[in-house]
């Protein structure tokens, strides 16, 4: 494992994490972008209610639409959430708040549309870094570094200056990132009661996961005598546990995990075999090309409906989205454990985390409420508001337990608190201090009938742990050929995992040296020189 204690300049590192969890307005808003000569609010209260003087502005507000609202309830831009936002921000401060839906699985594509129409929000978000560099590079994002220092100093104690930094961009605060409570990006999940079944343990080696998946797949029938899925949830992001079990580490170097594409990294074709060896022999999802990164709901479907035996999923997600519940609903006998069992030779348990920042938030230079978004988002940053925008309203959703908001297993709250995430939008994770981690990792397992499980999908997502080196200059070249990059990165996925084992490497290669000859090979030489600079 090539995990370097380097300590770079702002905005670069390179971090390899052992295994232990990481934790880890009121006045006169005239909409203006200029922000006045000195602030309007006491940074550290709650907006005032004084009647308001003047007519109200309105503050159009992103909101993603995940296509998962639960029977019965409201829906998204009218609930309890937007209705909280709006009597405790809104109101006292003399704006009407508006969300404007944008599909989470079209978002930047959307985004494009209305940036470059003069259409967009007023505040705006994305989690891809090249759109945010373009829009930087185009002019159309308004500074927030002077609104940032007069409105936004409990937002500043939240998310802290190594996550403000990320929303630097040539040294102007153009984005403000959400902040990451709990940095594992993924946890591989599987059924312990389909093991008892077979007679396994759970598998702790590469060899020994690829055994269980045969086993499942010749002594598991599913319902009423389907097939089973041994193995699925496949997509780029998903398979990096697998993934990086076969890299060879030692002969990666910071700047070539930073610089160079996974594609052309060693070890990475021989992950792409295994894949495309379980593909040919029925162990992962048939159905994954048609499917990938367009049905977030099939994984989830599938894993209820008892034909899905293990999937790589977002740590923690089965049981913040609610699934993991109606897998034991749908069966009383069902089990589903995080499992860790993709290893080097070494021993190693190699996964992806998350850099400290989640989204980046910004607004467009069209918009004339910057110093209103910023008030919103500094609102959002006292307890006493993003506590009830992830938890719901105590004694009905949530209780307090040893200063933890513990979520109450009811109708209510799964109705009210599926997508909480994106109304707490500087949040990735729940957060209970912005001082104790402890506390933080408490209130992400608080629910008593999972801790345990969520408590294990932490550690397993978090040992070997790698952050990928990040350098804030922008890269014109990502920039350029980000999104046709992209479509070539699914494409190539899908096109390597498929083929016959007797093609793979023709395939592998022909589709790689495509990749870069369409711009991949730019963007590597344009971030290699930009790693060698910040040095």
């Known amino acids: 494992m090539n995990a370097k204690s380097k300590k770079w300049s702002a905005g670069l590192m390179a971090v390899a994490v052992s295994t232990s969890i990481l934790a880890g307005c009121s006045g006169n808003n005239t ?20 009647a308001p003087k003047s007519d109200p502005i309105t503050l159009r507000i992103e909101l993603f639409d995940r296509n998962n609202t639960p029977a019965g309830a409201p829906p998204i831009t009218d609930n309890f959430m937007t209705n909280y936002i709006q009597e405790n921000f809104g109101d006292p401060n003399n704006i009407k708040v508006e969300f404007v839906t944008v599909p989470r699985t079209q978002e930047v594509e959307k985004l494009n549309v209305l940036m470059a129409a003069n259409q967009a929000p007023d505040l705006v978000y994305t989690y891809d870094t090249p759109t945010v560099q373009k829009y930087v590079k185009d002019g159309g994002l308004t500074d927030l570094g002077p609104y940032l220092e007069q409105f936004g100093q409990n937002l500043k104690t939240v998310l802290g200056e190594t996550v403000l930094n990320y929303g630097k961009f040539e040294g102007v605060q153009y984005a403000i990132p959400a902040r990451r409570v709990l940095l594992p990006e993924s946890t591989t999940i599987m059924r312990q009661d389909w093991l008892d079944e077979v007679g396994l343990p759970i598998p702790t080696t590469t060899d020994e996961f690829y055994n269980t998946l045969k086993a499942f797949k010749e002594k598991k029938p599913g319902k009423s005598g389907d097939k089973v899925i041994p193995y699925s949830n496949i997509d780029p992001f998903h398979s990096k546990p697998l993934q990086y079990s076969f890299w060879e580490w030692d002969k990666i170097s910071d700047a070539d995990l930073y610089a160079t594409p996974d594609w052309l990294l060693p070890g990475n074709k021989e992950a792409f075999r295994f894949m495309n060896k379980l593909y040919n022999e029925g162990l992962i999802d048939p159905d994954f090309p048609l499917t990938m990164n367009k049905d977030f709901q099939k994984f989830q479907k599938d894993l209820i409906n008892g034909v899905v035996g293990s999937g790589t999923a977002n740590t923690n997600e089965p049981v913040y989205q609610g699934y993991l519940a109606e897998v034991s609903k749908a069966d009383a006998n069902a089990k589903v454990v995080p499992i860790n069992p993709f290893t080097t030779p070494d021993g190693k348990t190699p996964k992806a985390l998350y850099s400290p920042n989640g989204m980046y938030i910004f607004v467009p230079k069209t918009s004339k409420n910057a110093e209103a978004v910023v008030k919103y988002l500094d609102w959002m940053a006292m307890p006493e508001n993003f506590i009830p925008l992830q938890n719901g309203t105590e004694g009905k959703t949530y209780e307090m337990v040893d200063g933890v908001p513990q979520v109450l297993d009811n109708e209510e709250a799964k109705q009210t608190l599926y997508n909480y995430t994106d109304y707490a939008i500087i949040l990735n994770g729940k957060l209970a201090s912005s001082t104790d981690e402890k506390l933080n990792l408490a209130v992400n397992a608080s629910d008593p009938n ?40 699914d494409e190539i996925f899908v096109k390597v995992i498929t083929a016959k084992p007797a093609d793979f490497d023709k395939v592998y290669d022909n589709e790689v040296n495509d990749y870069m000859k369409i711009g991949g090979q730019e963007v590597m030489d344009e971030k290699r020189q930009a790693f060698e600079a910040m040095k």
């Open 31 to 50: 909409g203006g972008n200029e922000p006045s000569g000195k602030p309007t609010t006491n940074p550290t209260s709650n907006p005032a209610t004084e």
């Open 450 to 489: 999972y801790k345990d499980f969520t408590v294990a999908s932490f550690e397993m997502g978090t040992k070997d742990g790698v952050i990928k080196p990040s350098v804030t200059t922008p890269i014109q070249a990502e920039i350029k050929y980000a999104t046709t990059l992209k479509e070539k990165t």
